[in-house]
């Protein structure tokens, strides 16, 4: 079995545009997985493997591959930079110990990388920085560096730096053993030569190469000491201080290169094995509370030797059945093992295992703690189930998905492709949580819901070409939601009479609007026994199972609080039933008159666009009912940040390229929501009704 020290789980993410795919495709190469590279812009890489990932030069669903690099085995895992697909990036980082986070030369800290980092630092992710593609136009790598300690609020520790810059971009210089890496002109990743620091550079190296000392030996406090007297530490002290401060997260190793001209790629992985952590070096897992959720103090010891604790991060669908990726904590996994899944209290046998090596695959008989590999077939395993030990049960830290802001509703073009597209839907819903779909009950239209409008159209591109089901698509629709705005104090009294035993149930209550992002609260102070504790729970899913659809116009209602305070009950007609009832009245009854109010979600959108088209920017943006909240200068143009409603960003990406003549772009995330002005309101209610009406 391997050792564990010489493992390292990373993952490789950024901004749609940086480098991640290319960047990737050049460690495959180094590490002799690959003899020919593909190129993205050629559509031949060898993560992107859908059709629809070759074709737009993007990444769509994190793809993972394994190599060697200096006698350590690397699982890269590389992730989608769209903010439609974040869900990927998410569930990439809760399964790995480390990252290189990818940023442009000249485009900077973009908000995609924002967003990554962030989630990153929710994950307490140990981290290298690449800056990549410095030979562009308008790269500066010591912005970069700027903008990371800015933008990002992180601490780079910059170990390389570039000689040249853009199409005099030649090498770098390592900063820690003042040794220059230079390539020649045949773009071979493995032609270069270690040289002296030019001599332009010596001052700027030396400066860089103190500074870097410095911030290593703050990580040792007997280090710090002999060197504020004057003792120069040694490199392997220096590294040991780097590999504690990056799995502390107190700095991150910065490195720039070219990925796609093969320049400066091997300090990078030199840098994975050096300083990013092994599996055993990073906090365990929490295992938490399968019923409530709470973290139990118990933790996921990696270990060989404990009993198999695994996470299931991953659905994929392809040519040889469904396959699920695993990221195994503790324990070993062997071909023909019994295995429980925690979620659904149901036992899977393990059949195929295999490493993956993007869309290729070796077989595996067995996998130990710190591996990633995938397994053929499994039934009934979905993403973020834990599998373990059946002798052992316990439940893992679950993943948390962001919910869909948009929908469409969508119908099969023929109609004998409804069972086609069900079975379809059916499975790319396992491969991606962040897609919803459901049947709307009155009129039968199936609804896709999702992140985004790109999210929704692959989805849709996907069913036609992978699936072979063609779909009429509606115009999308806005996630809208109702609420409260004032306190009521009400009283509903359900009863009805009916030969026998009839049903009775009063209840007295406030309704009153609840903290943002609340949902629904329920309280009871009935003392007395006015209304018996049994009924309680009767009320209280009453109320609940009436928030799904509210009075305005049939949407959802969010944060509402509900408090039981007294009632009355019969001896004998009393009963769940009745009481359950007199809460959906009394909601019914109560909502109209609580001032119920439309809510719509707001995005957080980020616009760049060249310094001439500014005002028009802003300007469409105030049309759209947009709120400015910042503006940035760029090298290269404006960034500017608001919020603006999702209702009005519709088809967004074209009016803002014929304002910009093609030179803009903007990217958007959910927000919050928040109430739509009256005119707004009254225009989506009346749609509403006459969408019932129709039916």
Avoid at 20 to 36: D, N, P, Q
Avoid at 180 to 186: G, H, Q, R, S, V
Avoid at 594 to 616: C, R, Y
Wanted: aromatic share 8%; proline share 4%; hydrophobic share 35%.
């Amino acid at each position: 079995m391997a050792d564990l020290s010489k493992y390292r789980n990373i993952g490789i993410f950024a901004h749609v545009d940086a480098g991640k795919t290319t960047t990737t495709e050049r460690i495959l190469k180094l590490t002799g997985k690959i003899h020919k590279t593909g190129e993205v812009h050629d559509g031949e890489s060898t993560t992107d493997f859908m059709e629809q990932e070759a074709e737009r030069g993007i990444t769509i669903q994190s793809a993972a591959v394994t190599c060697e690099w200096k006698g350590h085995r690397l699982n890269v895992i590389d992730t989608p930079g769209h903010v439609d697909f974040t869900v990927e990036v998410y569930r990439s980082l809760k399964v790995l110990d480390g990252g290189i986070g990818v940023f442009c030369g000249s485009g900077g800290v973009e908000p995609q990388s924002e967003t990554n980092w962030r989630y990153a630092n929710e994950s307490e992710v140990a981290r290298c920085i690449f800056v990549n593609k410095l030979d562009r136009m308008g790269a500066d790598f010591y912005r970069v560096v700027g903008q990371v300690e800015k933008v990002l609020g992180a601490n780079p520790l910059v170990m390389t730096l570039p000689i040249g810059i853009e199409d005099q971009f030649t090498g770098v210089v390592d900063v820690l053993t003042k040794k220059a890496y230079i390539w020649d002109e045949t773009g071979l990743p493995e032609n270069y030569e270690i040289t002296d620091v030019p001599a332009d550079m010596v001052e700027k190296v030396e400066e860089y190469h103190e500074m870097l000392v410095e911030s290593a030996v703050e990580q040792d406090d007997d280090l710090m000491e002999a060197y504020m007297e004057g003792e120069e530490p040694s490199l392997e002290q220096i590294k040991a201080c780097i590999r504690k401060g990056t799995r502390d997260l107190a700095f991150f190793p910065t490195f720039c290169g070219s990925a796609f001209k093969n320049k400066g790629m091997q300090l990078v992985l030199d840098a994975v094995v050096d300083y990013l952590p092994a599996p055993t070096e990073v906090d365990p897992q929490p295992l938490t509370d399968p019923e409530t959720g709470e973290p139990t103090g118990e933790v996921a010891t990696v270990d060989a030797e404990e009993p198999l604790k695994a996470l299931a991060f991953k659905i994929m669908d392809d040519r040889f059945g469904a396959l699920t990726f695993i990221r195994i904590y503790a324990g070993r996994l062997k071909k023909g093992d019994t295995i429980l899944n925690s979620a659904t209290g149901k036992t899977e046998r393990i059949g195929r295992m295999v490493e993956m090596q993007a869309d290729e695959r070796n077989e595996l008989t067995e996998a130990q703690a710190g591996d990633i590999i995938a397994v053929v077939g499994m039934k009934n395993v979905q993403t973020g189930h834990t599998l373990c030990d059946p002798k052992h049960e316990c439940t893992l830290e679950a993943m948390i998905f962001p919910d869909p802001v948009i929908s469409i509703a969508v119908a099969p073009k023929d109609k004998g492709g409804n069972e086609k597209m069900g079975i379809a839907i059916g499975k790319m819903v396992a491969e991606d949580p962040s897609f919803q779909v459901e049947t709307d009950e009155d009129s039968g239209e199936t609804i896709l819901k999702g992140m985004g409008e790109l999210h929704l159209d692959i989805k849709v591109d996907i069913l036609k070409r992978t699936y072979g089901v063609e779909l009429v698509v509606g115009q999308p629709q806005v996630a809208y939601r109702e609420t409260i705005t004032q306190e009521v104090e009400d009283s509903y009294t359900h009863k009805k009479q009916s030969g026998g035993s009839g049903q009775f149930g009063k209840i007295d209550y406030r309704i009153k609007p609840g903290e943002v992002g609340s949902g629904f609260t329920f309280s009871s102070s009935v003392v007395g026994g006015n209304v018996p504790k049994e009924f309680w729970p009767a009320v209280e899913k009453g109320f609940k199972s009436m928030m799904e659809e509210g009075v305005l116009a049939g949407f959802p209602v969010l944060d509402v609080e509900v408090e039981l305070f007294d009632g009355g009950f019969h001896a004998v007609d009393s009963s769940a039933i009745a009481f359950e009832i007199a809460a959906k009245g009394a909601f019914r009854q109560s909502i109209p008159k609580a001032g119920a109010q439309l809510l719509e979600p707001i995005m957080k959108v980020d616009v760049f666009t060249p310094d001439d088209n500014v005002g028009d920017v802003i300007g469409d943006l105030n049309r759209r009912r947009g709120m400015i909240k910042d503006q940035e200068a760029g090298a290269m143009g404006v960034r500017i940040k608001g919020e603006v409603p999702l209702s009005e960003m519709f088809g967004y990406i074209g009016h803002l390229r014929t304002i910009t003549s093609g030179r803009g772009q903007f990217s958007m995330e959910f927000s919050h929501y928040a109430p739509c002005p009256q005119n707004v309101a009254d225009a989506v209610i009346a749609a509403e009704k006459e969408k019932k009406a129709a039916k």
